[in-house]
């Protein structure tokens, strides 16, 4: 024990200098997986009790930071959100604190990809292969194979509002099954074989009547906010089919229950709506061709290991000054 204290009291000022502190706000068994990743980070796990006094000089925040944070963060340079969407810290309460200040943002982008696409599609796949109306038959033990409007995807076309992380591999998904993709993005897109088309937001109104479906994958932002209103559903095709898995706030419910209840569209799937949650007695609840899910798209059973080791890929290179994964534009909004 004498050697080891006379050991670390001849160590070099620079030793104990040269660590980041980074504070860690979430599940006890992230915090875990997050130590002892680099010599160079101090991982502190604070709790809202020791938070405000243990931030006034952290280097960086990983978890879902607030305003009041950021004010007193004085040397904060990096702060790390668990999700793929930011526009709960950056508005959090209101407040620009985090979008106006220096401090870069990261988030779980692509990390989600996989399981949200393959959620998109399956239902998409319940809907065009009529599994919602066996599912009620099922509880009422009804054997009725007729009559059945099985519709086939391939050669249909869909329409993806968003082709990052999420809506790429929805495209890739809808490929696969022959399907003709047109992506509406504000940013370039790489060439993609999966992808036919790319327009941007501006064209939107122009490629929906041809869509036989409109998957909905953006990140909402101040210029996606009910982008898809009562304008653009009345332009969809008749019997097209609607699935949004990114934000509710993208489309206006009103207008997706209008169309549903004219019977203009043949079916809709939902994981994430405006309000949220779905309040009892909204009247989108009714309809037997409506999938809703309690926003869980982005769950499986891969997933948090996915997220857990991106942030851990970052922590390595912010104490190493490497460049980030997943750096947010936080003017964009994503």
Known sequence: MRAILLLIAFLPATAFAQQKKILYMGD???????????????????TNDNVMREIT???????????????AGKKLKWT???????????????????????????????VQGPEIADHALAMLLALTRGLHTFIDHRLSEKWQPRPYPGIELSGRNGVVIGC?????????????????ITCVDPEDIPFSPFIKRTVKPDLLDEVLPSADVVFISAPHTEKSHKMMGPKQFDLMKKDSFFIAVSRGGIYDLPAL??????KKLSGAGVDVTDPEPLPAGNAL???SNAIITPHIAG????????????IQENVRRFVDGKPLLNVVDKQKGY
Do not use: C
């Open 285 to 287: 609840w009714k309809f």
């Open 257 to 262: 229950i209008k169309a549903l209840d004219s």
């Open 28 to 46: 006890a068994d992230v915090a875990q997986q997050l130590q002892g990743i680099s010599p160079k980070a101090n991982i502190v796990v604070v």
């Open 57 to 71: 000089d952290a280097d960086a925040f990983i978890g879902t930071i607030k305003p009041e944070y950021v004010h």
């Open 164 to 180: 990052g992380g999420i809506g790429s591999q929805i495209a890739l998904r809808a490929w696969a099954f022959g399907m003709n």
């Open 299 to 310: 769950r499986s059973d891969k997933d948090r290991a996915r997220m857990i080791g991106t």
């Open 80 to 110: 790390q959100i668990m999700s793929a969407g930011v526009e709960t810290v950056l508005h959090k309460s209101g407040s620009d604190a985090l979008k106006n200040s220096d401090i870069i943002l990261t988030n779980n982008q692509i």
